[in-house]
């Protein structure tokens, strides 16, 4: 099959950001659109693949697949006939398209991939009028470091033609090897692979114990990508009863609803975890699988406190039988890790926002638990977060402890106090008001020390920058921190993975050391903090909302 070069014109608005390029689905139907940003793929890898000057994907495998939203299918098999036109010797592809973002990171590992390419907008809505993404993971299964997603911006500012064959559409159905002109294209099981993983990690036997007694778990996969990853591992391979996973078919526009495990969009699941017949454990994951929410018996947990709890009791998991050398979270992620390392006696260190900052500290051995506040946590076993390990860590907790998980949360904060904690979302804020809302807080950074807002003292201010202890590298601008004398703090920052407007991000947290007063409700205990978020930021005057359009 003869290798076409098509001429094509750069789009200015393919730089990726913390996850890739995200955008609506009619962007990417724009004819060259998809074809423009892989090329540029294609095109820098070879200046930024370390030790491996003027290296590129010629030969080597990849990974392919996607969550199953909108437009996968035609994406997909946009891209396997340019991998084939540039050179590529193998391609692993995930049955009928699907691979969740932990399994494909799990797939590069094992199979020591030179990369690959995922194809989602994680927790971000799908069908027609939706959202898509496009995003590049490197050989240690992790995103692409910023000097690469840079590389690749730059690349696809001067891209003038794109490499692509003519060939028909790839039948992804069947498992097996077919060629694409001179390239091998493997159709794989999207789970089995990862599914052996968490047996190596997990104790099965002790699984399988849990539900033969009568444990009910509810896995709400929200019609996306895990439903399969569910059904094989919590109901064939432990036992749970059929139906224990809900909304397990994948669907292209998520059943019509949003993929976002929180207490908004899987409002359900939290009702079923309230009434008095409901099952004993609740979870759900988003639309790549990447990230989770676990609920109790009538009680929410939040990400920071399961990253937390899962931190203090990670020697009940054989993976981590011989201790942790180190954790991490993202900077707006609650303080309630810091406390178990301190006791401990590990580092905790804390990064910018974005999975890829991770990589390094994991590469190196310096942590084996990460987790961010919006739903994700994950180890070294991939470079992604991951929403069903995440499940299994905690249902292999309650197997080893037989306690509720309220009960164990609630062990947890008499024994280190608790983190008040909550994330206000404005979604969809007009760009020039959400930047002038943290421009004007960075220009009164040095001014804030010391004033007084309602109950809160400032004691300090700063715009968040981040050294990598490995590679050196420095991080800048990556959120307005304000801290409090009274145990208490908020976070600014713009979030970079929705696909119009801006989202500005406020997350609210207070440390409450008193046992007799961890049962107040996250609400009205943050209630005080959120009217001096309001007030520092002033953010009704500014962008004109006088609340948030989501509390995580």
């Known amino acids: 099959m003869a290798v076409k070069n098509v001429p094509i014109r750069p789009f200015p608005d393919q730089r990726p950001g913390t996850s890739g390029l995200r955008k609506k689905v009619a962007v990417f139907r724009r004819p060259g659109y998809v074809e423009a940003f892989i090329q540029s793929i294609f ?46 010797g193998r391609v692993l592809v995930g049955r009928d398209g699907l691979l969740s973002t932990p399994a494909a990171s799990a797939l590069i590992r094992k199979h020591r991939a030179f990369g690959g390419i995922i194809l989602s907008a994680s927790h971000n809505p799908g069908g027609p009028d939706g959202d898509f993404g496009i995003k590049y993971n490197t050989g240690n299964g992790g995103p692409a470091a910023e000097r690469v997603t840079e590389a690749i911006f730059r690349h696809s500012q001067r ?22 002109g001179a390239m091998i294209v493997e159709i794989i099981d999207p789970v089995a692979d990862y599914a052996e993983l968490m047996e190596r990690i997990f104790d099965f036997d002790r699984l399988r114990e849990l539900f033969r007694s009568g444990f009910r778990l509810r896995f709400d996969a929200m019609h996306a990508v895990t439903g399969p990853y569910a059904v094989e591992i919590f109901e064939r391979r432990l036992g ?24 908004t969009y899987a409002a359900d699941l ?25 609920v109790g018996r009538g009680s929410v947990i939040s990400p920071s406190d399961s990253l937390a709890v899962l931190a203090a009791n990670a020697r009940l998991v054989p993976w981590f039988r011989d201790g942790l050398p180190g954790v991490a979270r993202s900077m707006p992620t609650s303080r309630a890790l810091d406390r178990v390392a301190e006791a401990l006696g590990i580092d905790c260190h804390e990064t910018p926002t974005g999975w ?31 929403g069903v390990w995440a499940v299994l860590f905690w249902l292999n907790i309650l197997a080893v402890r037989r306690e509720s998980a309220v009960g164990i949360l609630a062990d947890h904060w008499r024994r280190y106090g608790r983190h008040f904690y909550a994330r206000h979302d404005y979604e969809a804020v007009p760009a020039e008001d959400a930047n002038r809302l943290i421009d004007r807080l960075r220009d009164c950074l040095a001014s804030l020390r010391g004033r007084r807002f309602g109950a809160y003292t400032v004691r300090e201010a700063d715009d968040f920058s981040y050294a990598d202890p490995v590679d050196g590298s420095v991080t800048e601008r990556q959120g307005i921190r304000i801290e409090f004398n009274e145990g208490a703090r908020i976070v600014y920052r713009l979030s970079g993975t929705g696909t119009e407007g801006a989202t500005l991000r406020v997350y609210l947290e207070r440390f409450e050391p008193d046992p007799d007063r961890h049962g107040l409700a996250s609400d009205a205990a943050l209630a005080p903090l959120a009217a001096a978020a309001g007030a520092v930021a002033d953010i009704e005057a500014i962008i004109g909302r006088s609340r948030p359009s989501v509390v995580a």
Not at 270 to 294: H, Q, T, Y
Request: net charge negative; with cysteine; aromatic share 4%.
């Open 356 to 386: 890829k900052y991770f990589g390094s500290l994991l590469d190196a051995g310096r942590i084996v638990l990460c987790g961010e506040e919006s739903a994700g946590t994950g180890s070294n076993h991939v470079r992604e977060k991951d």
């Open 43 to 88: 095109d820098a890898l070879p200046d930024v693949i370390p030790g491996a000057v003027g290296e590129s994907a010629v030969g080597k495998t990849l990974v392919l697949g996607g969550d199953g939203r909108f437009f996968n299918d035609e994406a997909l098999q946009t891209i396997l006939r340019m991998m084939a036109a540039n050179g590529v």
């Open 159 to 180: 891209v003038a033609a794109y490499r692509t064959i003519e060939a028909p559409p790839v039948s992804l159905d069947r498992l097996g090897e077919t060629r694409l």
């Open 240 to 263: 749970a009863p059929p139906g224990t996973a809900v909304n397990a078919e994948p669907r292209r526009d998520f059943g019509g609803g949003h993929p976002d495990p929180n207490p």
């Open 270 to 294: 939290v009702a079923a975890l309230a009434a008095p017949d409901g099952p004993d454990f609740g979870a759900a994951s988003d639309g790549d699988g990447d990230r989770n929410m676990v």
